[in-house]
């Protein structure tokens, strides 16, 4: 288990015994690109994972390695001056430390050992995972009692200042995750509720097109977002002061469509919707109707394919592929965009069948071999006993 290699190559390079963290990474049903917008989501915690084993060193330097992609250490010192890092993740966990350090919170030395199973670049963010455990790892072992809503802030500035300007949708899902459930999130208000998502008879699998994004550097993401808040500029200047798309209705936007370029106007149509299939989702869910949440599942892809334009040729051709067999009720790309998983709802007894359909059919169109995982909702990050 990851878990135990972690901790034994903690003790065998540091001669303590560690404190340890779980932290998910997440799925979202439905609901993409709506939380920068003050919108809602629904996404859930699953059973793959980062471990984290940290314990204080009483020392002025923070010593972190990793086995997660290959063996990598670095060392950062409490004081000192630093260059971006070659590691990706030397970045989040550099970002981290400066932000908690300009928010006044007093760190000490501490050594880390982390790693995990959550495939990286593949919708499943890996990276709120791996910031919003190492956030409670510190502040467990340095006692500085920062809340989960605080966690999830200070793990969405090291994002901004990576470069994704995302919203607070995966961070919440990683920390607030219940076993069983997703998590309907107001991203207006941040209040949320739970959702079961087990439907008699069906099973959710993930398959993952094997197309890595990296969303912060290729920023399409956030080009999304700029066409958002331009509309939301040209509605407060010409019809009513809002501050969201949240506050915005179809009509506002229809009058406004001229003073908007067609991708803009298209781009927050889509957000609107989306917000719209988000509540239909989840009284899918309630009443148990699995060909109603397979038809918005295939709703909101094509919406993102067509709309919001951040599918790719072999995400749509997976959820294409779907829609020709008797046993997936429907699919759709999760995530940022340009790579990664899709989700899927199929019958159970079908799954099988369905799964080894769609993965020749997808290598026949691309040379691509996808792979595909059950889908396990686990809970949020927490310590391991
Ligand atoms: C990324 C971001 C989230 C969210 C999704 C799209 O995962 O980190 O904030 O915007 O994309 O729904």
Known sequence: ???????????????????????????????????????????????????????KNEREIINIETFLTAPEKIVFELNGDHKPYQAFWGNYFKAIIEIMIEKGYSLEGFDCVFGGDIPIGAGLSSSAALCCGFILGVSEILGLSISKEENALIAQAAEHKIGLNCGLMDQYAVLFGKKGNALFLDCKDLTLDYVPINLKGYSWALIDSKIKHNLAVD???????????????????????????????????????????????TRAKYILEENGRVHKMMDALKSGNGNLVGSILLEGHWAMSTQYEITTPELDFLVKIGEGLEGVLGS??????????????????????????????????????????????????????
Do not use: W
């Open 1 to 55: 288990m990851i878990a135990d290699d972690i901790k034994s190559s903690f003790i065998s390079n540091y001669k303590k015994k560690p404190l340890l963290v779980r932290a998910p990474g997440r799925i979202n049903l439905i609901g993409e690109h709506t939380d920068y917008n003050m919108g809602v989501v629904l996404p859930a915690s699953i059973e793959k994972a980062i471990y984290f084993a940290i314990q």
């Open 332 to 385: 759709r790309m999760m995530g940022g965009g340009f790579g990664g998983c899709t989700i899927n709802l199929l019958k159970t007894d079908q799954l099988e069948s369905s799964l080894e359909a769609i993965k020749k059919a997808y290598y026949t169109e691309t040379q691509i071999t996808c792979e595909t995982y059950p889908l396990e909702i686990g809970d949020g990050v927490h310590l391991l006993k």
């Open 219 to 265: 920023s399409e993401y956030n080009k999304r977002r700029n066409s958002c808040e331009t509309v939301v500029s040209v509605i407060n200047s010409s019809i009513k002061p809002v501050s969201s798309l949240r506050e915005v209705t179809m009509e506002d936007l229809e009058k406004v469509q001229m003073e908007l370029s067609p991708t803009d106007y």
